[in-house]
């Protein structure tokens, strides 16, 4: 009974409304990420150095440093363009298994485990984003999106988790 009523109340994604916020806002314009992990590595110096972590190599300088940030913000840009526009997000399982996919790549990047709450600050950023700069969103639009964002991060964290048990790192 309770996984019944827990399936009724969990709010389902609006797929019209998440390509609405995509298409009509975030993508013609294409600074959404770039300003999301800027602001992110602006407050948050433990995320910055969590994003720079796999590519200490090539980030010696702070325009190097600058230069994989936004080169990170292209690819997750990607990751969304692909869910949203090749309509992976029309299929639940395909969605899941994407983003379970790339959680658990997650678990191959740095040496220290990523904290629950850098998951949560980047959910909150990115739509913190998304108010900000696209102001002509309803508010319906915003709600679909926010939803979409937990949905896509609580599988990441699901991959990540499930990886990091076979590779055990430190807090
Ligand atoms: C919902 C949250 C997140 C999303 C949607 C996301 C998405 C992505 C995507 C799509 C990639 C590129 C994968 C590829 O091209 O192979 C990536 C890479 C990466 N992400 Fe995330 N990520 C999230 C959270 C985090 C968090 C919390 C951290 C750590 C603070 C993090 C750190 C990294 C790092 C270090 C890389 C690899 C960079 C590189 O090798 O160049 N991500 N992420």
Same mark, same amino acid.
């Given at each position: 009974?309770? *996984?019944?009523?827990? /399936? $009724? ?7 019209? =409304?998440?390509?609405?916020? !995509? &298409?009509?806002?975030? &993508?013609?314009?294409?600074?959404? $990420?770039?300003?999301?992990?800027? =602001?992110? &590595?602006?407050?948050?110096? +433990?995320?910055? +150095?969590?994003?720079? @972590? @796999? ?6 300088s702070e325009a190097e440093e600058d230069f994989v940030l936004s080169s990170l913000a292209d690819r997750i840009s990607t990751f969304f363009h692909n869910l949203i526009e090749d309509d992976i997000i029309a299929n639940e399982e395909e969605l899941k298994r994407c983003c379970y996919d790339?959680?658990?790549?997650? +678990?191959?990047?740095?040496?220290? =485990?990523?904290?629950? @709450? $850098? !998951? ?13 700069? /696209? ?9 679909? !999106?926010?939803? $979409? ?14 990886? *990091? ?7």
């Open positions: 009974m309770g *996984l019944i009523l827990a /399936y $009724f109340r969990k709010p389902r994604l609006d797929l019209a =409304r998440i390509r609405i916020v !995509w &298409c009509d806002h975030i &993508c013609e314009e294409d600074e959404y $990420f770039q300003k999301v992990i800027h =602001r992110l &590595c602006k407050r948050n110096e +433990a995320i910055r +150095a969590a994003m720079l @972590s @796999s590519n200490a190599q090539h980030a010696e790339i959680g658990r790549q997650h +678990a191959a990047y740095g040496k220290k =485990r990523f904290k629950i @709450s $850098f !998951w949560e600050e980047f959910t909150l950023t990115m739509m913190n984003v998304l108010e900000e700069i /696209y102001p002509t969103t309803t508010k319906e639009e915003q709600k679909a !999106w926010h939803v $979409f964002l937990r949905y896509v991060n609580e599988n990441m964290l699901d991959g990540y988790h499930d990886a *990091l048990t076979y590779n055990d790192k430190p807090t």
